[in-house]
Nanobody
Framework: QVQVLESGGGLVQAGGSLRLSCAAS????????MGWFRQAPGKEREFVAA????????YYADSVKGRFTISRDNAQNAVFLQMNSLKPDDTAVYYC????????????????WGQGTQVTVSS
């Protein structure tokens, strides 16, 4: 069993930056594909970014490409999402997720979800 816990959310002005962190306990994240998803009010949860367990491959939603960067530190059992040039449309609850297949994570088939952290971008 893996427990994942997000942190780093908050309120930021448009154009600003935030760095989200995801820490795992109970089991190593080392062999899991990790992803970030988000859910805005009244909308379905959507994929944001994913990274393989080696960190050699990443994939981003078109809406965040060039602004967000996903990374991981297996020694720390942690995953990060650096978010730059934030827009009001980025306002959502951001979720960390773990899965055993890159394709499954990107498609939303997840083994473990975090509780989420709120990101609010003001205009």
């Amino acid at each position: 069993q893996v427990q994942v816990l997000e942190s780093g959310g908050g309120l930021v002005q448009a154009g600003g930056s935030l760095r989200l962190s995801c820490a795992a306990s109970g089991r190593t994240l080392r062999y899991y594909v990790m992803g970030w998803f988000r859910q805005a009010p009244g909308k379905e949860r959507e994929f944001v970014a994913a990274i393989t367990w080696t960190g050699s491959r990443t994939y981003y939603a078109d809406s965040v490409k060039g602004r967000f960067t996903i990374s991981r530190d297996n020694a720390q059992n942690a995953v990060f999402l650096q978010m730059n040039s934030l827009k009001p449309d980025d306002t959502a609850v951001y979720y960390c997720a773990a899965g055993l297949s890159f394709g499954k994570v990107v498609s939303g088939t997840i083994d473990y979800w975090g509780q989420g952290t709120q990101v609010t971008v003001s205009s």
